[in-house]
């Protein structure tokens, strides 16, 4: 059976694992959602529909009304790649929110991650 590439998995698979990470971390869903919403553009009634609809992750980041205008500002290693040198743009969205959820469950403060 062949690999899912990374845009193939839904939404509403990821979701609960970055709940799971952050509130392992003593971080809460409302600052989880709060950070996926400043990358997206979703609302609350957006992002409940995305992830209720499971939807795959290129439909969730095709469907974002807004990628935040500083989301290029998102950098760092995730799986041992450089975030801002993704060419892929879906590819780098979905890295840039991993980077996010990871610096909401290290602690780092909302308005530095909000940048």
């Not at 845009?7 to 698979?13: F, L, P, T």
């Not at 469907?63 to 892929?88: F, L, M, S």
Request: aromatic share 6%.
């Amino acid at each position: 059976m062949p690999r899912k590439s990374i845009g193939e998995y839904e939404i509403s698979q990821i979701y609960p694992l970055y709940i799971e990470k952050v509130e392992k971390k003593g971080q809460t869903k409302e600052d989880l959602d709060r950070v996926i919403k400043w990358l997206t553009g979703h609302d609350d009634a957006g992002l409940a529909r995305q992830i209720e609809s499971s939807v795959t992750l290129e439909t969730f980041f095709d469907e974002a009304p807004q990628i935040h205008e500083n989301a290029d500002q998102v950098k760092g290693v995730i799986c041992g790649i450089r975030v801002e040198e993704i060419e892929d743009p879906l590819v780098r969205n979905i890295r840039r929110l991993d980077k996010l959820v990871d610096e909401l469950a290290r602690g780092k403060a909302l308005d530095k991650i909000l940048r």
